[in-house]
């Protein structure tokens, strides 16, 4: 069956600090990759997605991820967070066969002033 | 552009009762709908995937009869939970998918079950 691993469950930073969140993947076929996330008490939003092309992707609010086929993972990555990055993460995968998207278990980042 | 809304926002009900949500696509026609559950601090999970005009698709494990999907229109979906039970209580996520694009997500509608 599909899978969505978000390895950390809950990351505490602080404001400037380099943030890497896991996301792996299993399924063989040709997938489309996207991160969520969810500030407290608002709907999902859109941080970015991969479809095609290169695999390096860059997102909204200085986000970005890269593809890495063979290992099966899409980590989120961002240089320096700020405390409004405060939010759940999510990962999710499409795969070719519908629409539906697969979330991962999500990622809690507390970013400190 | 791409603005999905849920109402209510937050609903109560009484054990047995049944609650219906909705989900509108505002400023774009969405051939797909989806629902999700979301439990505190967890993921989201996939109920349902409903086209326009077409029974709905239902997930592993959801009892379609409980939840009943409806997708009358290109802009509109609903989500009628018949029978509430407490551990009905969850926050509902719809989402609509626009022909060519991403799936844009709903608010919410965080239901209770007393």
């Known amino acids: 069956a599909q899978s969505v691993s978000q390895h950390n469950h809950h990351v505490i930073l602080s404001e400037a600090a380099s943030l890497e969140l896991g996301c792996n993947y299993s399924?063989?076929?040709?997938?489309?990759l996207f991160w969520y996330v969810q500030y407290p008490g608002q709907h999902l939003q859109l941080l970015l997605k991969y479809f095609s092309g290169d695999p390096l992707v860059k997102g909204i609010k200085g986000f970005e991820a890269e593809f890495i086929k063979s290992k099966f993972s899409f980590n989120l990555r961002k240089p320096s967070v700020q405390w409004s990055d405060t939010a759940e993460y999510f990962c999710?995968?499409?795969?070719?066969?519908?629409?539906?998207?697969?979330f991962g278990k999500g990622t809690s980042l507390l970013v400190t002033p | 552009g791409a603005v999905v809304s849920q109402h209510p926002s937050w609903v109560i009900c009484k054990s047995g009762t049944s609650v219906k949500i909705e989900c509108r696509s505002l400023?774009?026609?969405?051939?797909?709908m989806f629902w999700y559950r979301q439990f505190p601090k967890q993921s989201l999970m996939l109920m349902a995937t409903s086209n326009e005009g077409s029974k709905a698709t239902y997930e592993q494990g959801v009892e379609k009869d409980k939840f009943l999907i409806n997708h009358a229109s290109l802009t509109l979906s609903t989500l009628t939970v018949t029978s509430a039970h407490p551990e009905d209580s969850s926050f509902y996520i719809c989402?609509?998918?626009?022909?060519?694009?991403?799936?844009?997500f709903g608010p919410g509608t965080r239901l209770t079950v007393t």
């Open positions: 400023d774009f026609q969405a051939t797909t």
């Open positions: 399924y063989g076929g040709t997938v489309n």
């Open positions: 989402s609509a998918r626009r022909q060519g694009h991403e799936q844009y």
């Open positions: 999710a995968v499409k795969t070719n066969s519908g629409y539906a998207l697969n």
